[in-house]
């Protein structure tokens, strides 16, 4: 009997538990893209012949541990062509969330412990995963952008992860996103001015709700601008006129 599965460590552990359960010498074969457990009950295994699946070392280990590593090769060779022809972000991001747990339950299977090249292979992967992730963070961030201190930072971003993408077609979405929020940066005012007029807002907020009235026609005031000062306007404008100076502390409040 035969079946399949899709990843080493997968076919490994039920080869262990039908030798177990039945008795039988369990076989793993590679087959297509996985791999396949097959059994004969003509082949038992002696009851006082140790459990073949239960070494720690010998010729078995190593050729799981070079099935591992080959199987885990193939899984980085086909991620690495993701992310030279995948251009959509979130289905690039989606691929390599998928290849890199493919990856881990791989080299769980591992009994010796993974190459310095293969580490740093896993870890390129890692790194442009993070990289996808926050370009979509900013792509769904940057309609929020106040100012062209956060335009910047964002710009400056995007420039450290673009390494890992480079000659890949998502290189193209980085560089235009990262045009963009030029622009944005020179449109927009810097953060200092940004929190001046959050700031000032919030006072004229807290001044407009002890609002005093009208004296020619009782309605509430509001605050208003004009050249450079602040003062107290009808809130019925244009029908009424009438304008009022504002209190020393008031103007202490505003700081003008």
């Given at each position: 009997?035969?079946?399949?599965?899709?990843?080493?460590?997968?076919?490994?552990?039920?080869?262990?538990?039908?030798?177990?359960?039945?008795?039988?010498i369990a076989c793993i074969q590679r087959?297509?893209?996985?791999?396949?457990?097959?059994?004969?009950?003509?082949?038992?295994?002696?009851?006082?012949?140790?459990?073949?699946?239960?070494?720690?070392?010998?010729?078995?280990?190593?050729?799981?541990?070079?099935?591992?590593?080959?199987?885990v090769g193939e899984i980085i060779i086909?991620?690495?062509?993701?992310?030279?022809?995948?251009?959509?972000?979130?289905?690039?991001?989606?691929?390599?969330?998928?290849?890199?747990?493919?990856?881990?339950?791989?080299?769980?299977?591992?009994?010796?412990n993974i190459t310095d090249e293969l580490?740093?292979?896993?870890?390129?992967?890692?790194?442009?995963?993070?990289?996808?992730?926050?370009?979509?963070?900013?792509?769904?961030?940057?309609?929020?952008?106040?100012?062209?201190?956060?335009?910047?930072?964002?710009?400056?971003?995007?420039?450290?992860?673009?390494?890992?993408?480079?000659?890949?077609?998502?290189?193209?979405?980085?560089?235009?996103?990262?045009?963009?929020?030029?622009?944005?940066?020179?449109?927009?005012?810097?953060?200092?001015?940004?929190?001046?007029?959050?700031?000032?807002?919030?006072?004229?907020?807290?001044?407009?709700?002890?609002?005093?009235?009208?004296?020619?026609?009782?309605?509430?005031?509001?605050?208003?601008?004009?050249?450079?000062?602040?003062?107290?306007?009808?809130?019925?404008?244009?029908?009424?006129?009438?304008?009022?100076?504002?209190?020393?502390?008031?103007?202490?409040?505003?700081?003008?």
């Open positions: 009997m035969e079946q399949r599965f899709s990843t080493f460590a997968e076919a490994r552990e039920h080869a262990r538990s039908v030798a177990k359960a039945e008795g039988v087959g297509g893209e996985g791999y396949v457990v097959s059994t004969a009950s003509s082949h038992k295994i002696p009851s006082t012949a140790p459990d073949p699946f239960l070494e720690t070392s010998g010729p078995a280990i190593e050729f799981e541990d070079e099935v591992v590593r080959e199987t086909s991620l690495r062509q993701d992310l030279l022809t995948v251009i959509d972000e979130k289905k690039l991001m989606s691929t390599l969330k998928l290849g890199l747990h493919k990856i881990d339950t791989e080299l769980k299977g591992l009994h010796s580490q740093e292979q896993v870890s390129e992967l890692r790194r442009a995963y993070k990289g996808i992730e926050t370009f979509i963070f900013i792509l769904e961030d940057v309609e929020n952008i106040r100012s062209a201190d956060e335009a910047s930072e964002y710009s400056s971003e995007l420039w450290n992860i673009l390494e890992y993408f480079s000659g890949a077609e998502i290189e193209k979405r980085f560089k235009k996103e990262i045009r963009e929020l030029a622009e944005k940066e020179k449109a927009l005012p810097v953060e200092k001015k940004v929190k001046q007029t959050a700031e000032i807002n919030h006072k004229i907020a807290i001044l407009n709700s002890s609002a005093p009235d009208c004296r020619k026609c009782g309605s509430s005031m509001v605050l208003r601008e004009g050249n450079g000062d602040y003062f107290w306007g009808c809130s019925t404008f244009p029908k009424c006129f009438s304008r009022k100076r504002l209190k020393k502390e008031e103007r202490e409040m505003l700081g003008v």
